[in-house]
C-alpha cells in the first residue's frame, strides 16, 4: 500500500519561502503512470491544488499560483517536494501530497501538515 | 470562490439517503467523466470515494454511488450511517485556465 508523508517547517516569516517534502513508501515515484501533486486546504476552507510533478520531471502548475511555485522530484529518495516563495499570511493551510492518476483522481494521500506564515 | 458549485450543507437520518450535488461548466464536469469525489473527516486526509463518475474504489461500501447528467454531478448515499458524517468534496478533469483538476468547495453531511 502506497503511503505518503509531508514534512517541513510549521511556521514560515511572511517573504520567506515555504518548503515542504513528501516521502512516498511502498511504490516507486519512477514506476510511472501517476502525477504527483501538492493540494492545499486553507482553515475552514475547501481544496486547491497547487500543482504536480511527473516521475520524469514535467511539471504544471495551478495559474494562480504559478509564479510562485517550484515542485521537484528525487526518484532516488523517492520524494518530491514543494517550494512557495514570498509567502503572505493568505498562504496560511493544510499542504497535503497526494498520487493522482491522469483521470485526475488522488488516490493517496499524505495526512497533511499546516504551515502557519507569521512573524 | 471554487469552480465547482456544491451546496453548503446537507443533512438525513440514519437509513435515508441523501444526495450531494456539484455543478460545473462544459469545461470540466460537462465534458469529461473524470469527476471523483473525497470524504474528509475533521482533522483527516481526504479519503477518494468515488472516481470516473461512478466507480468505487476498492473497500469503498456501495452504499455510495455517483452520477453526472449535463454539467452536474451528483454523489449519492443511501443507508445513511452515523461515521458518513463527513465533508464531502467533488472534483473534476478542466481543460480551462491549464488548471489540471478542480475542486468544488464542500458540503457538509450532518447525519441526524
Known amino acids: 500500500q502506497v503511503q505518503l508523508q509531508e514534512s517541513g517547517p510549521g511556521l514560515v516569516k511572511p517573504s520567506q519561502t515555504l518548503s515542504l517534502t513528501c516521502t512516498v513508501s511502498?511504490?516507486?515515484?519512477?514506476?510511472?503512470?501517476?502525477?504527483w501533486s501538492w493540494i492545499r486546504q486553507h482553515p475552514g476552507k475547501g481544496l486547491e491544488w497547487i500543482g504536480y510533478?511527473?516521475?520524469?520531471?514535467?511539471?504544471y502548475y495551478n495559474p494562480s499560483l504559478k509564479s510562485r511555485v517550484t515542485i521537484s522530484v528525487d526518484t532516488s529518495k523517492n520524494q518530491f517536494s514543494l517550494k512557495l516563495s514570498s509567502v503572505t499570511a493568505a498562504d496560511t493551510a493544510v499542504y497535503y501530497c497526494?498520487?493522482?492518476?491522469?483521470?485526475?483522481?488522488?488516490?493517496?494521500w499524505g495526512q497533511g501538515t499546516l504551515v502557519t506564515v507569521s512573524s | 470562490q471554487s469552480a465547482l458549485t456544491q451546496p453548503a450543507s446537507v443533512s438525513g437520518s440514519p437509513g435515508q439517503s441523501i444526495t450531494i450535488s456539484c455543478t460545473g461548466t462544459?469545461?470540466?464536469?460537462?465534458?469529461?467523466?473524470?469527476v471523483s469525489w473525497y470524504q474528509q473527516h475533521p482533522g483527516k486526509a481526504p479519503k477518494l470515494m468515488i472516481y470516473?463518475?461512478?466507480n468505487r474504489p476498492s473497500g469503498v461500501p456501495d452504499r455510495f454511488s455517483g452520477s453526472k447528467s449535463g454539467n452536474t454531478a451528483s454523489l449519492t448515499i443511501s443507508g445513511l450511517q452515523a461515521e458518513d458524517e463527513a465533508d464531502y468534496y467533488c472534483?473534476?478533469?478542466?481543460?480551462?485556465?491549464?488548471?489540471?483538476?478542480?475542486f468544488g468547495g464542500g458540503t457538509k453531511l450532518t447525519v441526524l
Open positions: 510533478i511527473y516521475y520524469s520531471g514535467s511539471t
Open positions: 462544459s469545461s470540466d464536469v460537462g465534458g469529461y467523466n473524470y
Open positions: 470516473e463518475v461512478s
Open positions: 497526494a498520487r493522482g492518476r491522469g483521470d485526475t483522481a488522488m488516490v493517496n
Open positions: 511502498g511504490g516507486s515515484i519512477s514506476s510511472g503512470g501517476y502525477y
Open positions: 472534483s473534476s478533469y478542466t481543460s480551462s485556465s491549464t488548471l489540471y483538476v478542480v
